[in-house]
């Protein structure tokens, strides 16, 4: 990792945590540019990881990971940090048919090739024994990294609320 890497790292570290405005965005494709995307764009990028979801297939999930990812999921205590923990997570998740949607988000564009989207989101599962549907609330964050001229997720930290 070259020393740009590591301080950029660091910068989304740091605005992850300092993440406190924002806006609330909907979702639109991200074209590849190398111009600074809006919030709309990056917030967008879930929209196409739930796509990915609904494939039924862990191993399309992971491609929007980054080599190096750090994924701390909502369903399971393991941090998972290399792409076979990653399909494994999901490849479970998955079992019960989860169905994403934002409720509340906002979104740091860091500059033309990192960003955070952090906010609230729910999901639909539906258990695959008995058919039975429940809603799943949680609080979220994907750290974005432009790689090679593609988003991917270089964090994501996704767990439950815990009043629900």
Known sequence: MTRRSIT???????????????????????????SKPSKKQIAAL????????QTGDSDKVADLYA??????????????????????????????KPVGKKIDTIVNVLDSNSAI???VYEFTLTD??????????ARYTYAYEKIDGEW?????????????
């Open 8 to 34: 950029k790292r660091a910068a989304i570290v740091a605005a992850t945590a300092a993440v406190a405005v924002g806006t609330i965005t909907a979702g639109v494709s991200l074209a590849g540019s190398d």
């Open 128 to 137: 695959h024994d008995t058919g039975e549907k429940r809603v799943v609330e």
């Open 117 to 119: 989207d952090t906010g």
């Open 46 to 53: 879930f929209d196409g990881w739930n796509a990915a979801l």
């Open 67 to 96: 080599k190096n990812a750090v994924l701390l999921p909502t369903v399971s205590n393991q941090v998972r940090t290399d792409r076979a923990e990653i399909v494994d997570y999901f490849n479970h998740f998955m079992e019960n």
């Open 152 to 164: 991917l997720i270089v964090n994501h930290h996704s767990s439950a609320m815990p009043e629900s």
